[in-house]
């Protein structure tokens, strides 16, 4: 699906690339979570993939399924930046506006996924009076209605109350159970790493490791390059967010 190979990133100015030597594959269904200190080039990463960026060095081979091209959509740490529209409905119409998509499969494509993403009873609201996590989930609709087949989100849980972090947990194990490709950029590991096949983790640019989550707690590999750990077992903290989403 999308395959890096040794993949550099420098800007004019900058002293040493933000990001050297990356290679890796993300395969049909992945859920991937990517961590790593803050200058790590997990941002530049994301652009990279998303071809808002060109590399420096190296290459990135994006394939679609068929011969259709692959479509990725990003959702943003600032949400309110991503707001194009003035109600709910508006906003996650704004990607497909000059679509020649009859109108009728249009509308239902939108009333199933503001459905979905249990936003369609706001679907008049004003966009910016939604709470921080319902910004996030209005962004993906969004892509959803561009038919995105891979998902990216850059700390997704940046300034969320735990309600916020509910509604962001569960629309990412919905996209992950719909068979979505998802990449999740975060350091707060214990809100998503349930949900993920695969942890990446770059230190000053570089990829470090890149496999399945467990070996990373428990062999002392994020505290040799600076992340955190979990502030509690991210299994006991999935638990209690199927919970409370289930009390909604």
């Not at 200190?37 to 998303?50: D, F, Q």
């Amino acid at each position: 699906m999308i395959t890096l190979t040794d993949v550099s990133k420098s800007f004019a100015g900058s002293g040493q690339p933000v990001l050297s030597g990356i290679s890796f594959s993300v395969f049909d269904g992945d859920c991937i979570v990517v961590s790593g200190p803050n200058g790590s080039g997990k941002t530049v990463l994301m652009t990279l993939i998303a071809a808002l960026e060109a590399p420096s060095a190296g290459s990135i081979l994006r394939k679609g399924k068929g011969a259709d091209e692959l479509r990725i959509g990003l959702v943003f740490q600032e949400a309110d930046a991503q707001i194009l529209g003035d109600t709910v409905e508006e906003d996650a119409l704004f990607g497909i506006r000059d679509s020649k998509l009859p109108k009728e499969v249009i509308s239902q494509r939108l009333e199933t996924i503001l459905k979905q993403l249990g936003l369609y009873e706001k679907r008049r609201s004003p966009a910016r009076s939604l709470s921080g996590g319902e910004k996030r989930r209005l962004a993906v609709a969004g892509i959803l209605m561009m038919e995105a087949d891979v998902i990216i989100f850059d700390e997704p849980f940046a300034n969320l109350d735990f309600a916020g972090v509910v509604q962001v947990t569960s629309m990412i194990d919905q996209l992950k159970h719909s068979g979505k490709t998802v990449m999740v950029l975060t350091h707060e590991l214990e809100k998503v790493l349930a949900l993920a096949n695969r942890l990446l983790i770059l230190h000053r640019g570089s990829l470090v490791y890149n496999g399945e989550p467990e070996p990373a707690l428990s062999g002392g590999i994020l505290e040799q390059y600076g992340i955190r750990n979990p502030l509690c077992s991210y299994r006991v903290f999935a638990d209690l967010v199927w919970k409370a989403d289930d009390c909604r």
